[in-house]
C-alpha cells in the first residue's frame, strides 16, 4: 500500500552484510531487541508483529526454564550444605577422631554426587495402578530373575498365581552404588537370600568367624545367589560380602518365601521336600566328605543332587514338568523317545530335569554299586542286600541283612 519494500536499500550490499543484518533481525525478533531495518509496508509491519509476539513468547519461556534450572540447582546445592553442615557439627559434638571424621566426611561428599537408582516407593504414580496390574507389573520385573533358581522356576510353571504373590511381598531391589558397600557381614543372622542382578563382588571369609585357618576371598559374579541356606536353616553368616562394583540385587525374604509356598498345596509339597533335603545337606557337608559350607556354597545342593534324594512321588512331579516343557519342541511331539521317557519317570527308573541354561532336559539314572568280599578262608554265607518297593514296579532298596536277623 505504501509501494515500497523494506529490502530494497540493500539490493546492491555485499553477501556478508545480507546475512548478518538478516541474522540481527531474526535475534531482535526472539530478544524484543532493537534493529534499523523498518517495515515499509502494511503487511512487512504485520508480519513484523506477529515475530515480536513469538520472540515474546520464546524468550519468557527460555527465561522462565533457565530460572527454574538455576534455582533448583542452587536449592540442591544449599541442601547438601546444609546437610554437610550437620555432619560436621555432629561428629564435632560426638568428639570424633579426627581421621576418621576426614573418612566420614570424604564418604558422604563422594556419594552425594552418584546418580542414585529410583526405588519403586518414589515413584507416585504406581500408586494409581490397579492392584492387579501393579501386580503383573511386579511379576514382570521379578520373574526373569527368580527363575533362575531351579525350584522357583518350577514354581513359575506349577502355579503362575503363588509366584504373583511372592513377587508381591519381595521388597524392591537393594542397590549398593559404590565400592566396598557391605552387603551383609560374619557373624550376622541371615534371614534372606540374595541374587546380584549385574555388577561384582567379592566373598571374604576371615578365621576369626569361620573355620578357615588363613583368609580367603572369592570373587561373586552376576548371576549368583548368595546365602540361599538362610531359606532353609537357621544360619549364621559365615563371611563378608562386599561389592566391588556397583550393584544390583534382588532380596529374597525367608519366612515371606515360606508363607507364599504355604498358599498351594503342590508347591508346598516340593518345598518343603527341598528344604529337608537342602538341610540334611548342611548337616552333612564338612571334611573329609567335602568343604565346610558357607554362605556361597553347601556341598551337594545342585539340583539334580537334591531332587534325586527326594521321595519317589516328588520326582515324578518334577520329571513330568520337564517333559511338559520337551513335549512343547517341535521334535519332541508325538515321539515313541517321549512316552518311553514318561514310562521311565512313572516307573521311578530315571528322573528328568529342564536345564534351563541349555534348554534342554537332563535325565538322571540313580545307580548303586556294592561290592560283597569273602576272605578265602571263611564258608559262604547268604545274605539279603536289596528288596523290592512296593507299589512301584522295577524299583529296589537297598536293604542288608543277614539271616536269622530279624
Not at 519366612?255 to 527341598?274: F, S, V
Not at 573329609?288 to 512321588?313: F, G, H, K
Not at 514310562?343 to 541354561?357: C, F, H, Y
Amino acid at each position: 500500500d505504501t509501494g515500497r519494500q523494506w529490502i530494497w536499500p540493500y539490493e546492491n550490499a555485499h553477501f556478508s552484510y545480507l546475512y548478518t543484518t538478516s541474522f540481527h533481525w531474526s535475534m531482535a525478533q526472539m530478544t524484543l531487541g532493537a534493529v534499523e531495518l523498518m517495515p515499509s509496508n502494511s503487511a512487512e509491519r504485520l508480519f513484523n508483529i506477529v515475530m515480536l509476539l513469538l520472540g515474546l513468547l520464546f524468550s519468557s519461556t527460555l527465561v522462565s526454564s533457565l530460572s527454574a534450572t538455576l534455582i533448583g540447582y542452587q536449592m540442591q546445592k544449599r541442601e547438601l550444605r546444609d546437610n554437610m553442615r550437620l555432619l560436621r557439627q555432629y561428629l564435632r559434638e560426638r568428639g570424633v577422631d579426627s581421621q576418621l571424621a576426614l573418612q566420614v566426611k570424604k564418604q558422604v561428599g563422594n556419594r552425594a554426587y552418584i546418580t542414585q537408582r529410583i526405588p519403586e516407593e518414589k515413584v507416585l504414580a504406581l500408586t494409581l495402578l490397579a492392584p492387579s496390574l501393579r501386580a503383573d507389573l511386579r511379576l514382570d520385573i521379578f520373574k526373569v530373575h527368580l527363575r533362575s533358581h531351579p525350584l522357583l522356576r518350577l514354581w513359575s510353571n506349577v502355579s503362575l498365581a503363588t509366584v504373583r504373590d511372592l513377587t508381591g511381598n519381595l521388597s524392591d531391589f537393594r542397590f549398593m552404588h559404590t565400592a566396598r558397600d557391605e552387603l551383609f557381614a560374619a557373624g550376622a543372622e541371615a534371614t534372606a537370600a540374595y541374587y546380584l542382578i549385574e555388577g561384582k563382588m567379592k566373598y571374604r571369609e576371615e578365621p576369626d568367624t569361620s573355620v578357615l585357618r588363613v583368609r580367603r576371598e572369592t570373587e561373586v559374579w552376576e548371576g549368583s545367589w548368595l546365602c540361599e541356606a538362610a531359606l532353609w536353616t537357621d544360619w549364621i553368616h559365615v563371611g563378608t560380602a562386599v561389592a566391588v562394583s556397583p550393584c544390583s540385587i534382588m532380596v529374597v525374604d525367608a519366612d515371606k518365601l515360606m508363607q507364599t509356598a504355604a498358599k498351594n498345596r503342590d508347591i508346598a509339597q516340593i518345598t518343603l521336600q527341598y528344604c529337608l533335603v537342602y538341610h540334611q545337606c548342611v548337616q552333612k557337608a564338612g571334611p573329609p566328605r567335602s568343604s565346610w559350607p558357607n554362605d556361597l556354597n553347601v556341598a551337594e545342593t545342585d539340583w539334580p543332587d537334591i531332587v534325586t534324594a527326594m521321595e519317589s512321588n516328588m520326582r515324578i512331579t518334577i520329571g513330568l514338568d520337564a517333559l511338559s516343557q520337551l513335549s512343547a519342541l517341535p521334535s519332541w511331539k508325538g515321539t515313541n523317545e517321549l512316552e518311553q521317557l514318561r514310562k521311565e519317570i512313572l516307573d521311578g527308573t530315571s528322573v528328568v530335569l529342564w536345564n534351563a541354561a541349555d534348554k534342554r532336559p537332563e535325565r538322571f539314572v540313580c545307580v548303586t554299586a556294592l561290592r560283597i568280599e569273602r576272605d578265602q578262608d571263611e564258608d559262604v554265607f547268604l545274605t539279603q542286600i536289596a528288596k523290592r518297593d512296593e507299589g512301584t514296579p522295577h524299583s529296589t532298596s537297598a536293604a542288608v541283612e543277614l539271616p536269622g536277623s530279624l
